[in-house]
């Protein structure tokens, strides 16, 4: 198996699969949203240090990935959006808290921040981001999680 961005992206894809009160799961930031409430998932950043010197020493690699969920405001939604995306967001930390390891691509990982806000798809939504931070040990010369 490989450790990283790809692997453990689609570890938070499989949870959030699991999900029910999401109706859609992208792998990705989407250009359009076909149903509502939906979630995306993309790549933020990473932070890396040495975790042990020599040839099969380790490093500490922290990546991090967005999880935006989406939810329509205009006129043909449901006018109670905001609870519904707020039963919607825990749901989806209760499910993300549940799985530390998110399958065994990482070591652990927590959903560390969250923040709300307005934008634009095809309809005005609401969104909710949080934030995953998943933490992996790895040997410097396999690649593979200690």
């Not at 949080?130 to 790895?138: A, E, G, N, P, W």
């Amino acid at each position: 198996m490989s450790y990283g961005y790809k692997s453990i992206k689609d570890q938070i894809v499989a949870v959030l699969s699991g999900v029910t009160s999401l109706k859609h799961v992208y792998s990705k930031d989407p250009k359009s949203v076909e149903q509502y409430p939906s979630a995306g998932v993309f790549a933020m950043g990473h932070t890396g240090r040495f975790d042990s010197m020599g040839l099969s020493g380790t490093n500490e690699r922290v990546v991090q990935h967005v999880i935006r969920l989406y939810f329509r405001t205009d006129e043909t939604n449901d006018p109670d959006y905001e609870d519904v995306l707020e039963t919607v967001a825990d749901d989806v930390l209760k499910a993300l808290e549940a799985n530390v390891t998110l399958n065994g691509s990482c070591e652990y990982s927590l959903p560390t921040t969250g923040n709300w806000s307005y934008g634009q798809k095809e309809t005005p939504v609401r969104i909710f981001d949080i934030v995953q931070t998943s933490t992996l040990h790895l040997r410097r010369d396999t690649g593979e999680l200690i």
